[in-house]
């Protein structure tokens, strides 16, 4: 498939692969997280810790946006479907997120609950038209990539003069996160977690731009790749960490120029800071309670904004004890250190967030990895 | 006296009626749909007898039976619809098992309010695919259901077949060193499905690929009798299939991700979706596994039939314990084809 298979070149994939292990240093080892799911997804599909050497090793990050939304966001959704009866429009991958009370989405909906899987927040918009006398709620999650659709339809919904349409925004912001783990004791302090390098969101530069990301490579001495999705796009921002952390450099690189600016999208910008406004904390699973990473919408949209319409009161809810998604998602475990993995928690039935999404870490390794934890014998 | 009258009945409205109530009620009505439309589409000696059975004599040997119910939304789509969908399916089933198949059976649910019009679209269309296959609908059964229960129609047929001597084909009888092997492109029923769904609309060329597959099949039978495992690939695609294959028989598989033939609209749809073709629905595909000797002369006789044209060997079962379908990916490494989880999609077959 044109512009596709151009970069998951497999021939090409393993000169770079040749390229990182000459010029990785055997006295040192490089720690690289890789922030995004969208990379977590193409590491484990493709395989690329098989093109790698020992020494570079790639430590998951929270990109996940299912993965971060905490139970009490879920438990709220689930009451605005049930409680106030609301035709609730959601991402599929949200649908299976374990909820409080053996509950998720999918199963709230199995029993009575009207919820719509949507691609986009515009279908959402389309169902409030379609359904004048219901209560239409869009389920608005993800990072700064999905953040001006979201913005967009409320601004749609205004000219439209909607009042059936409201957003229950938990819109997250990256920079926020990569500044918590980068500030967390496990990294700072403790060297638990040793973090050499960031491989840079795809996506959500392409909104935000390479810019964000100046300041932890100033700040905290880290060079940032931004790289793309594809499994080439992710050797080459290796190979250009390996190489900026040789020279002793830390600074911003741009693998994905083919889509990412240093100042991003304005106009996406514009449209984002017209609608939404900063929240004091938010809650992320995994990471606690993060100030300043989150949205919410702003005084001027409030006929737009679910928890405003409906009251929705903020419940913490504890993740399952057995469960590590937190400590997977602050990069301190990996997916097969957990007790309950391939076990009691699977994709088909998941205890934690980071076995739900394609781009949970739990559910990649799962998925497209755990073969390699048991040996197989060719014919 | 009187002259005796001849009933006026007035003929089914199929240009602008509705089902009714009344169709599913056993009154006058509903024996006035099964001749006007099914009796008259179906035009065979069983149905003429207008009995609630169907008798015929079979030949003897090992008989094949199976049923598949048909769901599928929206009910017409490129390349097909739920008519033609609900013969090929239970076809394909029976012959999976290297049978030929003989005769079908035919049950409808109708929802109240479908138009008629659509009825009779899809009950020619129905029609139209036995009698290309050569296999008659011999007995049915219509019910109706009020508005809301039910999702326009849904039908429901069973198969019955008989298997030539000398074959036996099973899932649980693949072997370590068998070649796997495909009849044709995956992915583009569900893809050409999914063009249609209310909430994704995208202009496609791609149509289903629902065919009836028991000729493609006679022909592998009698080039290859040794064929070990036949099935067709509906809900799940590809991979779990395979996966399916792998439980029964207790081995583990190796396909090559770059052996399995995907049209690039089906490839360039499934990117933006999400999806991986490998798990997206297929109509009129099947998957075989014979022993490796006898791999390249399948794959000839295979080729040579129309709805066999492009397969290809897309790898061989290995001995595993753990059951996993593996697969080389085109990039360079190895990864697991797991069985889907949840479903990729509601509803497409």
């Given at each position: 498939m044109k512009y596709v298979d151009e970069f998951r070149d497999g021939a090409l994939a393993r000169r770079i692969g040749r390229r990182i292990a000459a010029e990785a240093r055997s006295d040192r080892s490089y720690h690289l997280m890789e922030f995004c799911g969208g990379h977590t997804h193409a590491i484990s599909r493709y395989g690329i810790k098989d093109l790698l050497?020992?020494?570079v090793k790639m430590v998951h990050g929270p990109g996940c946006p299912v993965c971060v939304l905490p139970i009490g966001r879920i438990d709220s959704a689930i009451e605005l479907a049930t409680r106030h009866a609301v035709i609730l429009c959601t991402y599929?991958?949200?649908?299976?997120v374990p909820a409080s009370n053996g509950l998720s989405l999918m199963r709230a909906k199995a029993r009575g609950a009207d919820i719509r899987m949507v691609y986009s927040a515009a279908d959402a918009l389309r169902i409030a038209q379609d359904n004048p006398a219901r209560e239409v709620v869009f389920f608005a999650i993800g990072f700064e990539t999905t953040t001006p659709p979201t913005a967009l339809v409320i601004r749609q919904a205004q000219a439209l003069a909607l009042t059936n349409f409201t957003v229950f925004c938990n819109h997250v912001l990256t920079p926020a996160a990569i500044t918590h783990i980068l500030e967390s004791p496990e990294v700072r302090e403790l060297g638990i977690v040793p973090l050499d390098g960031f491989i840079g969101p795809a996506h959500v530069s392409t909104v935000i731009g390479s810019q964000p990301y100046e300041y932890f490579a100033e700040e905290y001495r880290r060079p940032v790749v931004i790289a793309g999705f594809e499994p080439l796009d992710v050797m080459q921002a290796i190979l250009m960490l390996v190489r900026q952390l040789n020279e002793g450099r830390a600074e911003v690189e741009n693998e994905f120029t083919r889509a990412v600016t240093r100042t991003g999208n304005e106009r996406a910008k514009a449209l984002v800071a017209e609608v939404f406004e900063l929240r004091r904390s938010f809650e992320w699973r995994g990471l606690g309670e993060v100030p300043y990473s989150a949205l919410r919408i702003r005084e001027a949209y409030a006929d737009f904004d679910a928890e405003r319409r409906f009251g929705v009161a903020y419940r913490s809810v504890a993740d399952n004890k057995a469960c590590e998604c937190g400590a997977i998602l602050r990069g301190v475990k990996k997916p097969a250190d957990c007790k309950v993995f391939g076990t009691v928690c699977t994709p088909e039935n998941p205890i934690g967030s980071c076995m739900v999404s394609s781009e949970g870490a739990c559910a990649a390794h799962y998925t497209y990895g755990r073969f390699k934890d048991v040996e197989v014998r060719a014919a | 006296m009187s002259k005796i009258r001849s009933d006026y009945v007035r003929p089914?409205?199929?240009?602008h009626g509705r089902v009714d109530m009344s169709h599913g009620g056993g009154g006058r009505a509903m024996a006035q749909l099964i001749e006007e439309l099914f009796v008259r589409a179906f035009a065979n000696e069983w149905l003429a007898q207008g009995n609630d059975n169907a008798a015929f004599s079979v030949p003897a040997g090992r008989m094949v039976m199976a049923t598949d119910s048909h769901v599928v939304s929206p009910l017409e789509f490129p390349g097909g619809d739920i008519g033609a969908l609900a013969v090929h399916g239970t076809i394909n089933d029976v012959a999976m098992a290297g049978a030929r198949p003989l005769y079908l059976a035919a049950s409808f649910i109708l929802e109240e309010g479908l138009p008629l019009a659509t009825l009779k679209r899809i009950v020619d269309s129905m029609a139209r695919a036995a009698h290309e296959a050569s296999v008659p609908v011999v007995t049915g059964d219509t019910k109706v259901v009020e508005q809301?229960?039910?999702?326009g129609i849904f039908i429901t047929t069973t198969g019955i077949g008989v298997v030539p001597p000398g074959v036996e084909i099973s899932g649980d009888r693949a072997r370590p060193g068998d070649a796997i092997l495909v009849s044709g492109t995956i992915g583009d029923h569900g893809v050409a499905i999914m063009s249609l769904r209310e909430n994704l609309t995208f202009e496609t060329t791609i149509r289903s690929d629902t065919a009836a597959l028991h000729g493609l099949v006679a022909q592998m039978v009698q080039a290859?009798?040794?064929?070990r495992c036949l099935r067709d690939p509906?809900?799940?695609g590809l991979g779990t299939t395979l996966n399916e294959f792998a439980r029964q028989s207790g081995v583990g598989m190796l396909i090559r991700e770059a052996s399995i033939p995907v049209r690039p609209e089906v490839s360039a749809a499934c990117e933006f979706l999400g999806l991986d073709p490998l798990y997206v629905a297929n109509e009129g595909k099947l998957i075989a596994v014979c022993p490796p000797e006898d791999a390249e002369r399948l794959l000839a006789a295979m080729r040579t039939h129309p709805h066999g044209a492009d397969s290809a060997i897309i790898g061989e079962i290995v001995a595993d314990p753990h059951c996993f379908v593996q697969m080389e990916t085109s990039f360079g490494g190895r990864r697991v084809v797991d069985w889907l989880t949840g479903e990729q999609l509601p509803r497409i077959c």
């Open positions: 050497p020992d020494n599929a991958d949200t649908m299976r | 089914v409205d199929f240009k809301g229960k039910g999702d290859v009798p040794t064929i509906t809900r799940g």
